[in-house]
């Protein structure tokens, strides 16, 4: 299962795909005990960059990534893995995936309707 | 066109999907004159972080990416980018896909056939 963690401060990238409908949901980076932790529970688990920290992709919001399949690049730096969303969306502005803006005439537009009420899910 | 090029040292990530299949076929990186470039060209070009040099996909192979469509995810990041792959496949190593190990009971395995014999197309 040797990942290279090296090459990028520890994390390698990862790419969540829909199992079912292959949309791309988002991007996120996992470090080596977020990538065991994704394969041994079967949650998709990340390295928050931000906030410094494991996450565990729907600790708070309940939506959680049910891993169907990981697969790894040929430099082995970056994985990507095949999810069933649990809940409306895995992005926390309310849309089903973060790429939800698409350039238009030099523009970011967003291309997207939100499937839940973020202010709903993230109760602060 | 803003992107969050701090957050990685100068680089946003860039997931590249064939815009028929939907597959993921390789993750790379972008700084901000790859980016440029790639929307003004319409050419997938990237940064190669091992070279250190802007990078035109297929510059060697001649299998270049057209852009098709670009999408960006909500902290703006990263990229998604659609393509028309032009040529067999996207992998140095003859696959289509640069994901063509997947992970099987804690070992990486090819799952995946050769599209073409890479030591024809990047010849010495």
Redesign the interface.
Known sequence: ??LDFA?SDGLV?A?I?DAA????L??GYMNEEAFRRT?ETGFATFWS?SRKKLWLKGESSGHRLVVK????????D?V?VKVESQGPGV???G?QS??????AE???RV?DKQTYDPSQVYQS
Chains 1, 2 share one sequence.
């Open positions: 299962m040797t090459k990238t790419v795909q409908t292959n949309r791309v988002m991007v394969v960059r399949e990981i697969s790894t690049d040929c430099d082995q970056a990507l992005c926390h502005e849309y973060c790429f939800f803006r698409t350039l030099g523009e970011w291309t």
